[in-house]
């Protein structure tokens, strides 16, 4: 079994920072691709950013130039750094990780935008 467990949601002011981390643990041969993903309440669950093996990244068109996501291979850790946050920002975050065909879910970590 894998497990997922993310850190750093908060509550923070519009156009703050924050840093999401999110460790796998357990039974872990090779991970594909690691990423996060958001769901606001009322909507869908939507790609955030996306962080593959080959060094590749994806972002939502909503993200880009303000979040960046990045690896620490030999820790089996993906962080999310967040810059200029905004009210559409807050949602339930939740890390994911794609061990080559199965997937894994962390648990969330939620992230509020408030002033």
């Known amino acids: 079994q894998v497990q997922l467990v993310e850190s750093g949601g908060g509550l923070v002011q519009p156009g703050g920072s924050l840093r999401l981390s999110c460790t796998a643990s357990g039974t872990i041969f090779t991970i594909y691709a690691m990423g996060w993903y958001r769901q606001a309440p009322g909507n869908e669950r939507e790609l955030v950013a996306l962080?593959?093996?080959?060094?590749?990244?994806v972002y939502a068109d909503s993200v880009k130039g303000r979040f960046t996501i990045s690896r620490d291979n030999a820790k089996n850790t993906v962080y999310l750094q967040m810059n200029s946050l905004t009210l559409e920002d807050t949602a339930v975050y939740y890390c994911?990780?794609?061990?080559?065909?199965?997937?894994?879910w962390g648990r969330g970590t939620q992230v509020t935008v408030s002033s």
């Open positions: 994911s990780a794609d061990l080559t065909g199965s997937y894994y």
């Open positions: 962080a593959i093996s080959s060094g590749n990244t």
